[in-house]
């Protein structure tokens, strides 16, 4: 039992016994399932205080992971999450979201870039029941006090035998695939057939016996790169740059590998956040939905926390310094935006995690 379900049953109990709300009232719980960021104080506090009520918050660093916890009846024991857009997308398929007002959707239509509207609020196609809140995107991580940067215009390097044991792979479940399928030629948002399958056990057979590095979290990854034991990371991107550009190591970055046989290399991630469905305290969830995705708090989480990505809030982008528009690679954005695929739901991403777990167990 958690601490929300603890509280509503001791609730029920209270007025049975017919004792006064006043004396035992205990402040509503929101149990929140997020990223790294989103539990700040400086984000979280605010809410509580004006909303009278406690956020409990579980950060996880594995999407496909969150998705198992909210699949199925799971969401109910969640009342908000804030997570990657292709595992929201499914949940909202499967009707585990509440739905977003009208007027909440038409105030984020109007702030965002027009590029995340089209994408995420389209208003001809049925509307979705979360909204996206950070976002960045996906190339090799480099320190060039180590690499030259035209030596990464693409994923070849993480295959050389020079850099055996020297390339950090995170370990993210799908995040480390997709730029791999790119860079084959494989466009991973398509129905992959069985030649094309062959192709990506073929490359990670070919990867894991270059002995890369794992990368569990950001911080060790960040270490790597640092001091220059890692060549490059595959599946972080801006995520885990974007903080030490910050810190001042202006030498670190994510590039955008050039398109590959037509194919665009580049894959912008998105995180969203969405209320689940069915839940007693729907509303005030939504609230939470609303709130961090509001100009106020979209500037908290996209500078202000151990990570800091950018925003798609484009009200957002008009109060960074020079300095926080140089660690966000903001002048770098319209070349992504150009030159990148948008992340969603991959139709095989389970033949492809399983043929990854498979190759990896081998190489083990």
């Given at each position: 039992?958690?601490?929300?379900?603890?509280?509503?049953?001791?609730?029920?109990?209270?007025?049975?016994?017919?004792?006064?709300?006043?004396?035992?009232?205990?402040?509503?719980?929101?149990?929140?399932?997020?990223?790294?960021?989103?539990?700040?104080?400086?984000?979280?506090?605010?809410?509580?205080?004006?909303?009278?009520?406690?956020?409990?918050?579980?950060?996880?660093?594995?999407?496909?992971?969150?998705?198992?916890?909210?699949?199925?009846?799971?969401?109910?024991?969640?009342?908000?999450?804030?997570?990657?857009?292709?595992?929201?997308?499914?949940?909202?398929?499967e009707?585990?979201?509440?739905t977003?007002?009208?007027?909440?959707?038409?105030?984020r239509?109007e702030q965002?870039?027009?590029?995340?509207?089209e994408?995420?609020?389209?208003?001809?196609?049925?509307?979705?029941?979360?909204?996206?809140?950070?976002?960045?995107?996906?190339?090799?991580?480099?320190?060039?006090a180590?690499?030259?940067?035209?030596?990464?215009?693409?994923?070849?390097?993480?295959?050389?035998?020079?850099?055996?044991?020297?390339?950090?792979?995170?370990?993210?479940?799908?995040?480390?695939?997709?730029?791999?399928?790119?860079y084959?030629?494989?466009d991973?948002?398509?129905?992959?057939?069985k030649?094309?399958?062959?192709?990506?056990?073929?490359?990670?057979?070919?990867?894991?016996?270059n002995?890369?590095?794992?990368?569990?979290?950001i911080?060790?990854?960040?270490?790597?790169?640092?001091?220059?034991?890692?060549?490059?990371?595959?599946?972080?991107?801006?995520?885990?740059?974007s903080?030490?550009?910050?810190?001042?190591?202006?030498?670190?970055?994510?590039?955008l590998?050039?398109?590959?046989?037509?194919?665009?290399?580049?894959?912008?991630?998105?995180?969203?956040s969405?209320?689940?469905?069915?839940?007693?305290?729907?509303?005030?969830?939504?609230?939470?939905?609303?709130?961090?995705?509001?100009?106020?708090?979209?500037?908290?989480?996209?500078?202000?926390?151990?990570?800091?990505?950018?925003?798609?809030?484009?009200?957002?982008?008009?109060?960074?310094?020079?300095?926080?528009?140089a660690?966000?690679?903001?002048d770098?954005v319209?070349?992504?935006?150009?030159?990148?695929?948008?992340?969603?739901?991959?139709?095989?991403?389970?033949?492809?995690?399983q043929?990854?777990?498979s190759?990896?167990?081998?190489?083990?």
């Amino acid at each position: 039992m958690n601490r929300r379900r603890f509280l509503q049953l001791s609730a029920i109990f209270l007025g049975n016994a017919a004792f006064s709300r006043q004396a035992f009232a205990q402040p509503l719980v929101l149990r929140y399932l997020c990223w790294d960021g989103y539990d700040l104080p400086a984000l979280l506090n605010e809410f509580e205080h004006l909303n009278k009520c406690d956020v409990l918050s579980e950060v996880i660093n594995d999407s496909p992971a969150a998705y198992v916890k909210l699949s199925g009846d799971g969401h109910l024991d969640y009342d908000v999450a804030s997570i990657d857009s292709p595992w929201l997308e499914r949940l909202d398929r499967e009707g585990s979201l509440a739905t977003i007002s009208d007027s909440l959707r038409q105030s984020r239509y109007e702030q965002y870039y027009p590029q995340f509207r089209e994408q995420f609020l389209p208003k001809q196609n049925p509307p979705r029941n979360w909204l996206p809140t950070r976002w960045g995107w996906i190339g090799p991580t480099i320190n060039t006090a180590y690499v030259k940067e035209e030596d990464y215009q693409s994923y070849a390097p993480c295959f050389a035998r020079k850099n055996r044991g020297k390339i950090g792979v995170m370990d993210w479940g799908d995040w480390p695939i997709l730029p791999i399928a790119l860079y084959l030629g494989i466009d991973p948002y398509q129905p992959l057939d069985k030649y094309a399958l062959e192709t990506l056990r073929q490359a990670f057979r070919a990867l894991f016996k270059n002995q890369p590095i794992f990368v569990p979290d950001i911080s060790i990854g960040q270490k790597g790169i640092v001091d220059g034991s890692l060549k490059t990371i595959i599946g972080a991107g801006t995520y885990l740059t974007s903080a030490l550009r910050r810190a001042g190591f202006s030498q670190i970055k994510t590039v955008l590998p050039v398109p590959r046989n037509g194919l665009k290399q580049g894959i912008i991630w998105t995180e969203g956040s969405a209320a689940m469905k069915g839940n007693p305290n729907e509303a005030l969830a939504m609230k939470l939905v609303e709130y961090t995705t509001s100009i106020h708090a979209s500037y908290i989480l996209s500078y202000l926390g151990a990570t800091c990505n950018l925003t798609p809030n484009i009200e957002v982008e008009k109060m960074y310094s020079a300095k926080q528009r140089a660690s966000l690679q903001v002048d770098d954005v319209a070349y992504v935006l150009k030159n990148s695929l948008v992340n969603r739901t991959s139709p095989d991403i389970g033949q492809m995690l399983q043929i990854w777990q498979s190759e990896l167990f081998k190489a083990s």
